[in-house]
């Protein structure tokens, strides 16, 4: 199956402010609304099958609540939620990558006197002053509808800071950069590129996703397949027939009869004729004695 959709890429800038204030007395503290008091600093992204936007709930676009004022000494710290909305009909990836606004800074070197660092929520540091624009950023995860991801952000202020930073401020952009990578969009009007911010057309019409589904060829005839040869492995079950050892009982060898004779029977003929005439002599010798 084949599917065409269009990617469709936004981007938004924050800016926050980094005053530091070398004074003893009580810190500036940032001006909020009834509304955005004791809520999480928050980036929305919202979007619908033809555009998306991001949102903060913050009306001066200010995110960093507790960086309004710093003294030396100070470790600050600021969490950010990073959210899609609820309604998303897709998912998006949104990269984070950050850029001093040198062009607004009153002091030169303030903003690398401190150290600034962002954290995910399983502490891995990310380093969003160096990551690539867009896509080469940071990527903060994929988010589907209702999904979020929090971010820890530190500022550490040297005590070493003097009196040359009374009053210094700079500037930081931070870019939010959204890729959508799921779903099908089409641009209203069913034509027009997409570009970040949102997408060209001409019609309201709501638009239908183009697929194309590509089936295999399936073959008709049989399928002349080997059959498989199975060989069965058993160290346990002997294959042939067991061999059994016999003890056979000692046989006496006289007991055995013979089975031939080579006895001369001729010479224990002629002894016996010898011997029968040898005695007819006898018996005729005694005989003539006696009478004479």
Known sequence: MKRKFSKLVIAAILCTAFVFVYSAGALAAAVLNPSEQGTTPTVTLTATSASASFSFNRESGNLFDNFTGVMPGDELTQSIRVQAASGNPDSYRIYLYARENTEEANTEDFLSSLNLTVQDSQNNELKVMDAGEGTAGVLLGTFAG????????????????????????????WMFY???????????????????????????????????????????????????????????????????????????????????????????????????????????????????
């Open 178 to 292: 959204a890729e959508q990578v799921t779903g099908s969009v089409t641009p209203p009007g069913g034509g027009g590129d997409t570009t970040p911010g949102g997408s060209t057309g001409g019609s309201n019409k709501r638009p239908t996703p183009s697929v194309t589904v590509t089936d295999p060829e399936v073959p008709t005839g049989s399928l002349d397949l080997p059959d498989p040869e199975v060989v069965v492995e058993d160290p346990d079950v002997p294959l042939g027939l067991p061999e059994i050892d016999v003890e056979e009982e000692a046989v006496p060898l006289a007991a055995i009869p013979k089975t031939g004779d080579s006895t001369p029977i001729l010479l224990f003929i002629v002894l016996m004729v010898a011997s029968g005439t040898a005695l007819t002599a006898l018996l005729v010798m005694g005989r003539r004695t006696s009478k004479g």
């Open 146 to 173: 209702s999904e979020s991801a929090d971010l820890t952000v530190k500022l550490t202020v040297p005590i070493e800071l003097g009196n040359g930073f009374q009053g210094a401020k700079s500037f930081v952009n």
